[in-house]
C-alpha cells in the first residue's frame, strides 16, 4: 500500500458527502482498514472524523440539507443580509481603506476571535479533542525541528551572491524601484528587474518600506 494516510482525507470527504446526502447511519474507515484491523490510532481517527462533521461542521444540524431542505435557503438569505449590513458599514466609513485606517477591520477580527474563543470555553462551540472527547494523556506530537545550520547557510549564499554580482547594477535597480514606487506606474516591471540584477528579496522590502513607511494598524477600542 502506498501513503495509506491519505485515505484519512478520502473518508472525510466521504463520511460528508453521506451526511449531505441524508444518510442515517455511518460507518468511517480506519485509514490502514484495507491493510489489516484498525489500529487504536487509526479507529480514534476515524470517530474524530464523525464527531467533526457532526458537532463542528454542522453536519447533522438539519435532515437532508442538499435534498431541498429549506435550510440552505435561509442560511443563503442570512449570509447575504450579514454581508450586506458590513459592505455598508464600511461604505458608512469611506471605503475599504478608510475602514482599515479607522481600525474597523482589525476590530471586527477581533471581536470574532474574542466570541470565538470565549464560546469554546464556556462549551457553546464545540471543538473535538478541546473541550469534548478530549483524553487526559495525549500522546507528545514529533514537530519538525529546522535545522539549526540552515540560518549560517542561507547567510553565506546571500553574501556570495552580493559579493558576486555587479553592485553598481544592482544599485540602479533598487534605485528604479524607488522611484517607480513613489509614482503610479507598475511596480512589478522594476521588481522583476531588480531581481534579474540579483537583489535580495529583503533589499527590495526594505527599499519599498523606506518609500511607503511602515503600516502602523490600528485597533478600534469599544
Known sequence: AQQPENNIVRVAVQALSAVCGGAQSIHTNGFDEALALPSESSAKTALRTQQILAHEAGGVD????????????????ELELRAT???????????????V???????????AAYRHTQEVEAGTRVVVGVNRFAEAEEEPIELYRLDPQAER??????????????GEAAAQALAEV???????ENLLVPMRQ?????????????????????????????
Open 85 to 99: 449590513e458590513l459592505i455598508e458599514r464600511i461604505d458608512e466609513l469611506g471605503g475599504a481603506v478608510a475602514a
Open 153 to 166: 547557510r542561507q547567510l553565506e549564499r546571500t553574501a556570495r551572491v552580493r559579493a558576486e554580482r555587479d
Open 194 to 222: 531588480a531581481l534579474r540584477r540579483h537583489c535580495t528579496v529583503g533589499e527590495i522590502c526594505e527599499t519599498l518600506r523606506e518609500e511607503f513607511g511602515t503600516y502602523d494598524a490600528q485597533t478600534r477600542v469599544g
Open 178 to 184: 524607488r522611484r517607480v514606487a513613489g509614482s503610479d
Open 62 to 77: 438539519t435532515a437532508d440539507p442538499l435534498g431541498g431542505a429549506y435550510f440552505i435557503e435561509a442560511l443563503t438569505l
Open 101 to 111: 485606517e479607522a481600525g474597523f477591520v482589525q476590530g471586527e477580527i477581533e471581536d
